[in-house]
């Protein structure tokens, strides 16, 4: 059972946004640290953390990664980290995802927005020196704490995360369209952490990729309360009618257990 557990944003906003870093958590669990995903443009979050966030992140600090899909807002950095020396051959961080996932990155396939082989210096070969490679079941215990996998409805395969810290339990909801059944297994979460899509919604492709605001708000009361908003624009501060939802914000620590 965890003692102490800290969420801690580094990043809130979506791929287009402007002064919100893209969306990038660190969990800090009775002092150990895991990263949710691992964006491009890591020295400007870490810069703008060290001048207003509320706890110290370095380079260093990446020894454990989670992935949820491989798109550059959310991967890119898995190449900024070894170009930077944060991981080397003597000293490899631990990556966290499904299997799929780590298939998908070691191939040379060049797609898009999309992070593989093929768009890091040094190809496989530098992945396989520079990372162990952990893949996850459905159901994983990570050392004092369980998470569970679940796939989203998004461009690229995608998974959302349900961690449970025995007695308290955090979702996250990663990239997704509106999705029913993913809403139903986070709802049994104590914090919940879901992406919204606060734009006009002018194609249907769209609904697919993010979730509208409007949407999130025909969802329960219940939900509403306990659910901070992520993976937000950089207007979103002119958007008022959010129901019970919150923002959440960006290098503040929040104290879960």
């Known amino acids: 059972m965890a003692n102490e557990v800290i969420l801690y944003p580094l990043g809130v906003g979506e791929a287009y946004s402007k002064g919100l870093g893209w969306v990038h958590f660190l969990l800090i669990v009775d002092g150990r640290k895991l990263f949710i995903d691992c964006p491009g443009r890591l020295q400007a979050m870490l810069d703008h953390n060290a001048r207003r966030g509320e706890l110290p992140v370095a380079w260093a600090d990446y020894r454990e990664i989670l992935l949820t899909h491989l798109h550059r807002d959310h991967a890119e950095g898995l190449g900024e980290l ?9 000293d490899p961080a631990t990556l966290y995802a499904p299997g799929w996932l780590f298939d998908d990155l070691r191939s040379h396939r060049e797609k898009h927005w999309v992070v593989s082989a093929a768009t890091i210096r040094g190809g496989n070969d530098e992945l396989d020196r520079h990372y162990w490679m952990h893949a996850l079941g459905t159901r994983h215990d990570l050392g004092g704490f369980t998470v569970e996998c679940m796939e989203t409805r998004h461009g690229i395969r995608c998974v959302a995360y349900k961690f449970d810290f025995v007695g308290y339990k955090l979702g996250y909801s990663a990239d997704t369209g509106m999705c029913p059944p993913l809403i139903e297994w986070l709802s049994e979460c104590d914090f919940i952490l879901h992406e919204v899509y606060l734009h006009e919604v002018e194609e249907d492709e769209m609904r697919e990729m993010h979730t509208p605001l409007a949407d999130l708000l025909e969802l329960p009361e219940a939900f509403q309360k306990k ?15 959010i129901g019970h939802y919150r923002f959440l914000e960006r290098n503040k620590a929040y104290r879960l257990v």
């Open 227 to 241: 659910t901070h908003l992520c993976h937000y624009s950089t207007d979103y501060r002119e958007h008022k009618e």
């Open 82 to 90: 070894i170009e930077n020396g944060a991981v080397s051959p003597e």
